[in-house]
């Protein structure tokens, strides 16, 4: 072979080394490309997965509050409103479930009626007046019956004035109103109350029941289970007390 053969052939063989290397760096390269755009692709869907699957964890932020009150106050949320429903069925009186349609709020100064009537007369003023525009309690053999703004029915006769027992108040709104919905549950007539000062301070108090005057609070009071009221709540309600509603 002569000498001008010889480098055409190496020459040929050094062009064909150069072009496999590049073809085996191309392919290296892109299936490097490949195995990332895998990896990329799982994450995507297990990211999708976890947000079709996984229940959400976001929860609002709960102030710890304390167990016992030995001066009688506590918290209440003021975001507590009366709803806009103005109707709720129920076919049969159901004393529970009026405390739990009944009002969890009353702000001092808001017009309201009040009066003592027998069961059949009761359920018909809390069905006339609608979800969260009255409030039950039980006096005796009847039922005291709060309601806000007109009476709905002719020929009853209401008074502008009420009592409640006061467990627990404070300054602060943002605490009470879990007991009460708890003692709601449990089947006892509560909502929160509140009231403002001569001075402009503010007060929210845990008020249990409405009754007709401070005797039949007192009865009410002296009659309830305590220890109950305590265990639901976690408050020290020993100073409990009639308070008119105004």
């Not at 402009?200 to 009071?221: C, E, H, K, Q």
Request: hydrophobic fraction near 40%; include cysteine; proline fraction near 4%.
């Amino acid at each position: 072979m002569s000498e001008e053969s010889h480098d055409y052939v190496l020459k040929t063989l050094i062009v064909v080394v150069l072009g496999l290397s590049a073809i085996v760096f191309i392919l290296g390269g892109y299936a490097i490309l490949l195995r990332e755009e895998n990896r990329r692709a799982k994450l995507v869907i297990e990211e999708i997965r976890s947000s079709v699957f996984t229940p959400s964890t976001d929860q609002p932020e709960v102030s710890e509050n304390s167990v016992e009150i030995p001066t009688g106050t506590q918290i209440i949320r003021e975001a507590i409103s009366v709803p806009e429903t103005q109707n709720f069925f129920l076919e049969t009186f159901d004393y529970r479930r009026l405390i739990t349609n009944s009002f969890d709020f009353l702000a001092e100064g808001s017009e309201f009626g009040y009066v003592v009537v027998e069961e059949g007369t009761a359920f018909k003023l809390c069905v006339e007046k609608g979800l969260g525009k009255y409030f039950i309690t039980r006096v005796d053999d009847q039922f005291g019956v709060m309601f806000l703004g007109e009476n709905p029915l002719t020929g009853l006769y209401d008074s502008k004035t009420a009592y409640g027992i006061q467990l627990v108040s404070h300054t602060v709104s943002d605490g009470i109103a879990p007991q009460v919905m708890d003692l709601r549950s449990a089947g006892y007539p509560a909502f929160v109350y509140k009231s403002i000062t001569t001075d402009g301070r503010t007060f929210y108090a845990a008020i249990l029941g409405v009754f007709p005057d401070a005797n039949a609070a007192r009865n009410y009071s002296s009659e309830v289970d305590v220890q109950s009221l305590q265990r639901i709540t976690g408050w020290n309600i020993t100073d409990r007390f009639p308070r008119q509603l105004r």
